[in-house]
């Protein structure tokens, strides 16, 4: 069902404009339909729509969270004893008796026989990989067995510098089947960054490509291999994926081919809820990157849950994320065949040869979700792409965008261009719970520019100063309720000291987020930035994501990042705007102006800065966010490596020409 009305409630900006609501078969239809009618059948539960179940996933957490392990039969045959024994944050105990293992449910794909395709892999560096669930399992196992043969055993540490290719999925389930631990870093990362992650971990085998293709680019990744082994004293094995042709091989290490050659029985320990799956880490950008540890259980329950009940993803369905393996997304992507879904996997740039590249790539493999980052969607409508005049999209049911505030014109521009038809979900949460706790539903109608509403089980709530909640206005995204995919604790972070501090020393026993958002009163929320990097103007607290919006939405402006610097004597401060400017455009006054006045007439008076400067690059996080709070701290006078630890940016170079600035301001 498509179709644009208003609804008579209003949104907090007082637009309120409905871009799609559920059909009138929804229940019938969908995975979450039929997960109320179980709930009906089973539990006793009879819950007239999302709001209720909602409320109840929220206030029951071991009815709601139990109800998704049996509804999903988890461990079939094996209960899974009770589901919370200690509802506290930190701390909570889940599912303290259970014994599993993540990729047995992953490889166990329901709904998908042998020779169905399980995982679909297109890349700029080589020719299409597919496998089917047969050969997935094939190659899961011969994996396997090469860990073994190296040494790897229960809690052993596999690290992969590799692409979002089909081997990196069977390494992933490979290292999981043993209960060791996996850990990965793109290519694309540096090698400072890269060993700033490793080392905390000390993993004893990398798998590593030799380079890759991006665009028209070949990538030679074989110094980068060697720096990171030589800085790795713990490894003692390397595996080589041969990715780049000409390349020179890599001394002392197996090949791919090698690795995998033998076969093996294919078999799972079975370990605890909270036995650690993978090392995830946070953007670093400041000190050394967090190491975040996921456990078997939390990931696995989590993704059940948001890919079937929220995704609405099941068996026939082909789930696209594009991604790296230096996002998380990359580990919900992967999670897909937990529920009967086929993943599609895609390595490049996804801007060659033109932006419509993924919408090809998606018709080509019969994608039925397609998920992508806002940028990209603010990308394709700034380039007036029309991907459903591009190709037949017919086969897309939902849409996914996460990474960054998607804006009104980014919903306008999907169910314009994209399908009228399409559930559009906008999603956010992060690398600390390796999902998201605000997002889409099949039950819930989607406003322009608004996240639907809170995820099942994710306890969302917008505090005050106070720490009271609020609905309509503007307030320190927190959870206030245990989350099972909430991290088992930092890499040796032996009491738990890091852990606390970064997520409870504001709130005790909440967990502070650290972004802003506002729960509007029909349920839906907008995410507004990160708190911390807050623009206060006149006691006005303004989100960063509004000015992106608007000023990137400018033909002239390719980039931007916007910054206060706050008056120590109470004043106003300064708001500082930098550009970059489209290629082949000068900032001069007249763009200045044209400026000013979109976001005075779009936003208000208070967002029009003091001063906009070019830059040549804005700093970027190797998973693309913005640097706002680093380009304020040098400003104000801390040195750049004090500021930023470059080996976490995309771009380190870019930090020049704002400390070239601070210079210049304090002289």
């Not at 990538?219 to 003692?236: G, K, Q, Y």
């Not at 996080?621 to 104000?636: D, F």
Request: hydrophobic letters at 40%.
């Amino acid at each position: 069902m498509g179709g644009i009305d208003q609804d008579a409630t209003g949104a907090a900006d007082g637009t309120g404009t409905v871009l799609w609501r559920p059909p009138a078969d929804v229940a019938d239809r969908t995975r979450v339909g039929d997960y109320l009618r179980w709930l009906r059948e089973h539990r006793g539960h009879d819950f007239a729509g999302y709001a209720e179940l909602y409320d109840w996933s929220v206030t029951d957490l071991p009815g709601f969270w139990s109800s998704v392990w049996e509804y999903f039969d988890l461990t079939p045959g094996v209960p899974a004893g009770p589901a919370l024994a200690e509802d506290r944050m930190p701390g909570a105990r889940w599912f303290p008796a259970a014994r599993l293992n993540y990729a047995q449910r992953v490889l166990a794909m329901p709904g998908l026989a042998d020779d169905d395709l399980a995982v679909i892999g297109r890349s700029q560096s080589r020719g299409p990989v597919e496998l089917t669930a047969a050969q997935l399992r094939d190659q899961v196992a011969r994996a396997r067995a090469g860990l073994q043969r190296l040494g790897v055993g229960t809690g052993d540490r596999v690290a992969a510098y590799l692409p979002n290719v089909p081997e990196t999925v069977v390494l992933l389930l490979a290292t999981a089947s043993l209960g060791a631990v996996f850990s990965s870093c793109a290519p694309e990362f540096g090698t400072r960054s890269v060993c700033d992650r490793w080392q905390q971990i000390e993993p004893t085998v990398l798998v590593a490509v030799d380079g890759y293709q991006y665009g028209r680019k070949a990538i030679d990744r074989t110094a980068e291999v060697a720096a990171i082994r030589a800085a790795l004293p713990s490894v003692r094995h390397t595996v080589i994926l041969s990715y780049l042709d000409g390349v020179a091989p890599v001394p002392d290490a197996l090949s791919w081919q090698e690795f995998t050659a033998e076969a093996g029985p294919l078999e799972f320990e079975q370990v605890g809820f909270d036995h650690p799956l993978y090392v995830l880490y946070s953007s670093g950008t400041t000190g050394l990157p967090k190491p975040i540890v996921h456990g078997h259980g939390g990931i696995l329950l989590e993704h059940v849950k948001s890919h079937a009940l929220h995704v609405d993803l099941g068996p026939g369905d082909r789930f696209f994320w594009f991604s790296t393996t230096g996002w998380m997304m990359w580990n919900y992507l992967v999670s897909a065949p937990a529920v009967g879904a086929a993943i599609v996997l895609y390595d490049g740039n996804p801007g060659h040869p033109d932006l419509g590249a993924l919408w090809r790539l998606a018709a080509e493999t019969g994608v039925t979700f397609f998920g992508t980052s806002a940028p990209f969607l603010l990308s394709c409508r700034k380039a007036e792409l029309v991907p459903k005049e591009l190709v037949d999209l017919g086969r897309i049911r939902g849409v996914g965008s996460t990474g960054a505030p998607l804006p009104p014109e980014g919903f306008r521009w999907v169910y314009d261009n994209v399908g009228a038809d399409v559930l559009l979900s906008s999603f956010s949460g992060g690398t600390d719970v390796c999902t998201g706790f605000v997002g889409g539903s099949p039950l819930l109608p989607v406003y322009e520019g608004e996240i639907s509403g809170r995820c099942l089980g994710c306890a969302v709530e917008s505090f005050d100063a106070n720490a009271t909640p609020q609905r309509d206005q503007l307030g320190e995204l927190v959870i206030t309720r245990p989350m099972p995919s909430m991290p088992v604790g930092f890499w040796g972070d032996t009491d738990d000291s890091r852990y606390r501090d970064a997520y409870f020393s504001v709130f005790p026993g909440v967990w502070r987020h650290g972004d802003w958002i506002t729960i509007t009163s029909r349920g839906t929320c907008l995410i507004t930035g990160r708190s911390d990097a807050t623009l206060n103007r006149g006691g006005v607290r303004l989100g960063t994501a509004e000015f992106y919006s608007v000023v990137e939405g400018l033909p002239q402006v390719a980039d931007s990042v916007v910054v206060h610097l706050e008056d120590d004597e109470g004043g106003a401060g300064e708001l500082l705007l930098f550009v970059v400017p489209a290629a082949g455009v000068e900032l001069d006054d007249e763009l200045r102006r044209t400026i000013n006045t979109a976001l005075r007439s779009n936003l208000s008076p208070r967002h029009v800065p003091d001063a906009i400067y070019q830059v040549p690059a804005v700093p970027h996080t190797l998973s693309a966010k913005k640097l706002e709070v680093p380009v304020k701290r040098i400003l104000t006078g801390t040195p750049a490596d004090s500021a930023a630890a470059k080996g976490a940016l995309a771009n380190p170079e870019s930090l020049s020409a704002f400390e070239q600035l601070a210079r210049e301001r304090q002289g």
